[in-house]
């Protein structure tokens, strides 16, 4: 298997595991290693496989672009770290606006989530099951984060609300989104209530909003500006 000199053993998935089972585990799982030059840049929704990557050396950025085309840095990914199990948990959809772009050279271990999921138990069996929900809660988890930090990353408060209820709107599947009350909607888009309150004001009586009790509404999406 190619990148067989690699010590495995380093890796944190790895870690408490003999190398000859580590190597064994690899060609059981069907994984390989990838080489990325510095620069490239790797859509989640990379591949017809869903797959999880680890890092082996190197550093890279996980990005995300939001529904206004800005480019949000949600976090480094560096040696052992893992990624792509938020595409291969809950599907091209949901992460589509997710990519990888490598800040150095890279290689990458690659390991098919199918593979990772029979590796833990049986299908059908408790463990098994148990496992797979564990990836889907880390995985939505870690999806969560990065579109708070999208949100957050907006200059303005009416660009933080707007990114917010579009992602609710996903979320809850409903032009019509329930929202929590607005001392807590301000801890959510990390503002002062009063600021909230007025912005609220001022999007509905530009016909930008509209709200009822316990629930918004985006209206004219393309003339709402920063």
Request: aromatic share 8%.
């Amino acid at each position: 298997m190619e990148g067989q000199e690699i010590d495995f053993q380093e890796l944190p998935i790895f870690s408490g595991v003999k190398p000859e089972e580590i190597n064994s585990f690899i060609e059981d799982a069907g994984g390989w290693v990838q080489q990325f030059s510095k620069g490239m840049r790797l859509p989640y929704t990379h591949g017809g496989d869903s797959r999880v990557g680890v890092m082996l050396h190197g550093m890279g950025y996980v990005l995300l672009t939001d529904p206004f085309g800005d480019e949000v840095l949600g976090y480094e990914l560096r040696d052992g770290e893992l990624f792509g199990n938020v595409w291969a948990v809950l599907g091209k959809d949901v992460c589509s606006s997710m990519s990888l772009e490598m800040r150095t050279n890279a290689e990458v271990l690659w390991l098919p989530y199918p593979s990772l999921l029979r590796a833990l138990g049986e299908p059908g069996a408790a463990n098994g099951v148990v496992a797979q929900n564990l990836f889907k809660v880390l995985s939505r988890m870690m999806f969560v984060m990065m579109q708070k930090i999208a949100v957050l990353s907006q200059h303005t408060l009416r660009g933080r609300l707007r990114l917010y209820l579009i992602h609710q709107e996903k979320a809850q599947g409903n032009h019509r989104v329930i929202v929590p009350g607005r001392v807590q909607l301000a801890k959510i888009l990390e503002c002062n209530r009063s600021a909230l309150t007025r912005e609220i004001g001022r999007m509905e009586d530009e016909r930008l909003l509209a709200c009822g009790a316990g629930w918004m509404e985006l209206k004219n999406k393309k003339k709402i500006e920063e």
